[in-house]
């Protein structure tokens, strides 16, 4: 069983729709949740940093941990086709291996 | 500007061959890591480095080195142990401590095997 595991898609949405992305992980020493967008053929770039379950909300995105169901989603509102991307999530630990655990992505198509 | 860079963007090899790449930051994070993406895999962690002169084997580090002799500097070296070298190659770089931390990453190297 991978450590995070993640919806693969690829999930195609009509612009302005409202995105689900999700990720379950099967470690409770996870603390630390991410997600990334990636553009093809480009470094992923952070979107969103949390540390506590419950929502956090920056624009048009909002992410939610879940750590009792070790779940996590971002949710994207009012989808727009510039969102077309690859989501990864990203999962930490205080203790440990002090690096990353990321899932392996579901590439999301916004139709204009 | 600060950020951090891979080169080259593009890189070609034979079989047999060892190759390069190479990983600069300017942003003085003491961690940095790199990662092999396959398609549908994700990201793989290859292997990280918390400080100069120290390095750690990630996930996948067979066929695989690297080196910190400078903050600043990184490199991968893909040796012709590695059987399936095709790639594409993510380095990153974080100040280190995970409770208040972002990997940043670089534009990325494509190796393929030719």
């Known amino acids: 069983q991978k450590e995070v595991e993640q919806d693969p898609g690829p999930l195609s949405v009509p612009e302005g729709a409202i995105v689900s992305l999700n990720c379950t992980y099967s470690?409770?020493?996870?603390?630390?949740f991410m997600w990334y967008r990636q553009y093809s053929r480009k470094g992923p770039e952070l979107l969103m940093y949390t540390y506590s379950s419950g929502n956090k909300e920056d624009g048009r995105f909002t992410a939610q941990v879940d750590k009792s169901s070790k779940y996590i989603s971002l949710f994207i509102r009012d989808s727009q086709p510039s969102d077309s991307a690859t989501y990864l999530c990203a999962i930490g630990a205080d203790t440990g291996r002090r690096a990353l655990t990321f899932g392996s992505g579901t590439r999301l198509q916004v139709q204009p | 500007d600060g950020g951090i860079t891979q080169s080259p963007k593009y890189l070609f090899r034979k079989e047999g061959q060892n190759v390069t790449l190479s990983c600069e930051q300017n942003?003085?994070?003491?961690?940095m890591y790199w990662y092999r993406q396959d398609p549908g895999q994700g990201l793989r962690l290859i292997y990280y480095s918390q400080i100069v002169n120290d390095f750690q084997k990630g996930d996948i580090a067979e066929g695989y080195s690297v080196s910190r002799e400078k903050k600043e500097s990184f490199p991968l070296t893909v040796t012709s142990a590695q059987k399936n070298p095709t790639a594409f190659y993510l380095c990153?770089?974080?100040?280190?401590?995970?409770?208040?931390?972002?990997?940043?990453f670089g534009p990325g190297t494509r190796l393929t095997v030719l």
């Open positions: 470690n409770s020493a996870f603390q630390y």
């Open positions: 990153a770089s974080s100040i280190g401590d995970l409770r208040r931390d972002e990997q940043f």
């Open positions: 942003l003085n994070h003491d961690a």
